[in-house]
């Protein structure tokens, strides 16, 4: 922290807010620390704005950290790799049971205490491609999320042909455009 607010003192002429992303892999994982990193930016910073914001599976989130994210305007992202079927397919746990019901356990969480979900992050492989159709956005407009980010597996090869992977992708975007959600 104490790095990053030097740097962004010498390197811009009108710095006045930290900007700070908790993710990669799953920050949850050590979410005592992450407490402690925003604590730490609040007491230590009270002159600069803050912008917190984190990505997550969501489940390893419990009610009290939740609760610490929305006192401190921590913007929570979640990974959900499409419906039922398209997540679970891809995103599950060690013994294999799929992780959307507790994904969705999360959320209703989140927002029972008002603090909602504001976007979702999908990885699309050959096994969850199908599904991420009309369907799927509408439910993602339903959720009113404000972004959604769509990104091919980077670590699987896809037998998806590049060209109908760029066609999916703008039409995609155009849906999400056309109903007001950053894609």
Known sequence: IEYYVKFKKDSEKDFNTLKIHFGNCEPLLNAKTICRIVAYVNDCYPEYRKEYSINTNLTLLDKKTAEFFMQNHVEIYTS?????????????????DGTYYDIIA??????????????????ITDENFEFLNEEFIEWCVKKNFESVAYDFDLINSSNIPTKEKAEFLCNTWKCFYERGIEF
């Open 80 to 96: 959900l790799d499409g419906p039922e079927k398209a997540n679970d397919s891809i995103r599950t746990y060690k013994n294999g």
């Open 106 to 123: 999360k959320m209703n969480l989140l927002e029972e205490i008002g603090n909602p979900i504001r976007g979702i992050s999908v990885t």
